[in-house]
């Protein structure tokens, strides 16, 4: 069975600092790409970053360009993110997710996590 | 990188079809057939339910189909159910590693 699990969210002030992980099982991580979408209290979901399966290459949403960062470790079949200059425009649900690796199935998040609520405020 | 465009809601009565849109732009839904929708019951994590414009993941009920021309892409529930009172969620891969998901479209049974 497909797990992922996230930890680390929580209240933080403006221009602090968080780091959310996502711990998995189930799958074969290494090989997997993956991704975090987060969603604002009340809204829709936002592609935030994606990482590819050796950690070599790295993409993210404009918003969070320069102050988030998606980093891995495949023996730890773990995924992170690093955020950095936190505004209260970040407070959302982060979900950590999967990437489809089936034929014809490319660009979809085939699971997620329960997802991890990080709040911004003073 | 502007979110793809849903209708806020649709409703239905039990048995009857809906059919949910989701427009981008000829750099994301016109141009790749990498769109997927997302079922989201409140306060859980999304759960995947068409991937590649139209396919079916296993264990996904048949009345959930998927199709598009040009720009937008549509999902459509026949033969509504009352557990598919939801909010549904487009995506759609928009070049260069990038994705963008649709503003969301909450499904009322009535």
């Known amino acids: 069975e497909v797990q992922l699990v996230e930890s680390g969210g929580g209240l933080v002030q403006p221009g602090g600092s968080l780091r959310l992980s996502c711990v998995t099982s189930g799958f074969t991580f290494r090989s997997s790409w993956m991704g975090w979408v987060r969603q604002a209290p009340g809204k829709g979901l936002e592609w935030v970053a994606t990482?590819?399966?050796?950690?070599?290459?790295?993409y993210s949403v404009d918003s969070v360009k320069g102050r988030f960062t998606v980093s891995r470790d495949n023996p730890k079949n773990s995924l992170f993110l690093q955020m950095d200059s936190l505004g209260a425009e970040d407070t959302a649900v982060f979900y950590c997710?999967?990437?489809?690796?089936?034929?014809?199935?490319?660009?979809?998040?085939?699971?997620w996590g329960q997802g991890a609520m990080v709040t911004v405020s003073s | 990188q502007s979110a793809l465009t849903q209708p806020r809601s649709v409703s239905g009565s039990p048995g009857q079809s809906v059919t949910i849109s989701c427009t981008g732009t000829?750099?994301?839904?016109?141009?790749?057939?990498?769109v997927s929708w997302y079922q989201q019951h409140p306060g859980k994590a999304p759960k995947l339910i068409l991937y590649g414009v139209s396919e079916r993941p296993s264990g996904v009920p048949h009345r959930f189909s998927g199709s598009k021309s040009g720009n937008t892409a549509s999902l459509t529930i026949s033969g509504l159910q009352a557990e598919d009172e939801s909010d549904y969620y487009c995506?759609?891969?928009?070049?260069?590693?990038?994705?963008?998901f649709g503003t969301g479209t909450k499904v009322t049974v009535l």
């Open positions: 000829s750099s994301d839904v016109g141009r790749h057939n990498y």
């Open positions: 990482i590819n399966p050796d950690g070599s290459e790295k």
């Open positions: 995506c759609s891969f928009a070049g260069s590693h990038t994705y963008v």
């Open positions: 997710a999967k990437f489809c690796s089936g034929a014809g199935c490319d660009g979809t998040f085939d699971f």
